[in-house]
């Protein structure tokens, strides 16, 4: 794929989550998509099937890159909170406007939510690997929800942080 096609393919994900902020996915056309797009309507079907496609492999690409970005292991064999926290906020940064429409949308808010699940579950099965209380395991739930909701709030411009003032806000926060 060409850095146009690439750019093409960015340019329409981006369109369509900005239609599902204001209208359901099943009433959104491929010509809508591509009339936000300012694409020609051949550049959709060049690439896609259908807007429920479209909207899958968005979604599917985003929970994708967020579990590979928040899996980060150190050459000891040890997962890092410092590590994982600088690769989430680099790949937020990065991908700050897909992934601010993209939590506009049901279909992200509940991603969000099954990601901060799945990251409270596997927090807990390393959990139960160490000396730890049923209070630090309520508490460890709670700062993976407060650090989601943070996340949200920077990449949707509502916490004026840099990306480096957002490392030690962060850090700290899950660090309590």
Same mark, same amino acid.
């Given at each position: ?11 329409l994900?981006?369109a369509?989550?900005?239609?599902l ?6 009433? +959104?056309?491929p010509?809508?998509?591509a009339?936000?797009?300012?694409v020609?309507i051949?550049a ?7 807007v429920?496609q ?6 599917a690409? +985003?929970?994708?890159?967020l +579990? ?11 997962i890092?909170?410092?590590t ?10 990065t991908?700050?406007?897909l ?17 901060a ?5 596997s927090?807990k099965? +390393?959990a139960?690997?160490y000396p730890?209380n ?9 700062l993976v929800?407060?650090?989601t909701?943070?996340m949200v709030?920077w990449?949707s411009?509502s ?8 490392g ?9």
């Open positions: 794929m060409t850095d146009d096609q690439d750019c093409t393919t960015l340019t994900e981006l369509l989550l900005t239609l902020a204001d209208h359901p996915l099943e009433q +959104i056309t010509m809508e998509v009339t936000v797009a300012e020609p051949e959709f079907h060049a690439r896609f099937v259908s429920c479209l909207n899958d492999i968005i979604f690409d +985003i929970k994708q890159s +579990i590979q970005t928040a899996q980060p292991v150190e050459k000891t064999g040890v890092s909170v410092k994982t926290i600088s690769r989430l906020l680099a790949y937020s940064d991908h700050r406007e992934l601010c429409l993209a939590c506009k949308t049901t279909e992200g808010s509940q991603l969000i939510t099954a990601l699940d799945k990251a409270t579950r927090l099965q +390393i139960k690997q730890i049923t209070v630090s395991i309520a508490k460890l739930s709670y929800y407060a650090a909701g943070v709030q990449v411009g916490l004026q942080l840099t990306r480096r003032q957002m030690p806000y962060l850090h700290n926060l899950v660090m309590l």
